[in-house]
């Protein structure tokens, strides 16, 4: 009988230390892992790709050079006290070094301007080129491009006081600047030939020569047009958009299976708000653009 005691005793023991274990891994809040890590602290696996893809030998290399503006507001503008670049462009770059498993230390950024975008791609100076960069027919024989990650159109910036210049028509024996090596310069020039065009290597530089008087117009995509209006009322924009300009992300000609990554990316950024964010913190601000899901809505799917 006491044989019998002593074995309803530890039976009774055993069912409660099964009851509190029980009891304890049906807490929601705590799902551990075995190392004791929580599964929504757990890190994410770090993709996996081909030794041989392009991709895979980015990870290898252990890091990601990007060509990006480093004078344009909202899309990639480098802070002349600390030296980094930010804007939409360095933001999309670095959603691309994330999926790849890399971090920000690992993701380079170099000025490109838009006569050495291509050169750049075409001699492996850098792994892509995101800088505002339309896609056309021409480039597209250079390089391969992504699916167009944003759509502006070209406008025209003069100083507030100008009354003189209302559209491209009237760009017609005007000084007029625009950057060497861009569709801009080319439009000009096919809309306005008779307007006296000064070609520089950036937009920056158009604007000052607008200020101290060698033109009286720069005239490139609204957006780009938009920054230095935002950040100086002395500015506006006219003649509304007349071109379309999609912009794409450059990559190497025959690097189709990058491509086809960025491409998946860019539709899953679309569709689960991340592109949004992007946009409404580099551009959301900036007056007379759309609201984010009215731009995300006219963006073409293919390039």
């Known amino acids: 009988m006491k044989k019998y005691a002593r074995f309803l005793l530890a039976m009774i023991a055993l069912l409660a230390m099964a009851a509190l274990v029980t009891a304890c891994g049906d807490d929601d809040d705590d799902d551990t892992t075995p190392g004791g890590t929580t599964a929504a602290t757990k890190p994410a696996a770090a993709p996996t790709f081909a030794a041989d893809s392009t991709m895979g030998k980015i990870v290898a290399k252990g890091k ?67 800088a505002t960069m339309t896609i056309n027919a021409d480039r597209k024989t250079q390089i391969d491009f992504s699916r167009p990650y944003y759509l502006a159109g070209q406008s025209i910036l003069v100083k507030k006081d100008n009354t003189t210049i209302k559209s491209v028509d009237d760009l017609n024996g005007k000084n007029v600047c625009s950057v060497q090596g861009s569709t801009s310069e080319k439009n000009v020039k096919a809309k306005a030939p008779q307007a006296n065009l000064l070609s520089l290597t950036g937009y920056a ?4 020569a607008m200020k101290s008087g060698r033109v009286e117009a ?33 990559v190497k000609k025959g690097k189709t299976d990058f491509v086809q990554f960025i491409d998946a990316l860019i539709a899953k950024e679309l569709s689960d708000g991340t592109w949004d964010k992007i946009y409404d913190k580099y551009l959301g601000k900036v007056e007379g653009l759309p609201k984010a899901a009215d731009a995300r809505a006219k963006l073409p799917a293919t390039n």
């Open 64 to 130: 990601l050079t990007v060509g990006v503006k480093f004078d344009q507001p909202g899309f990639g503008l480098k802070d002349p006290v600390t030296g980094k670049v930010d804007g939409f462009d360095v933001q999309m770059a670095k959603e691309i070094g994330h999926a790849l498993g890399l971090k920000d230390d690992q993701i380079e950024f170099v000025e490109a301007v838009s006569a050495n975008r291509i050169p750049f791609l075409q001699e492996d100076k850098v792994d892509l080129v995101i």
């Open 205 to 208: 530089a158009c604007v000052d």
């Open 218 to 250: 720069v005239s490139t995509d609204d957006i780009i047009l938009a920054g230095f209006a935002a950040s100086d009322t002395s500015l506006k924009l006219v003649g509304g958009q007349f071109t379309q300009e999609p912009y794409g992300i450059g």
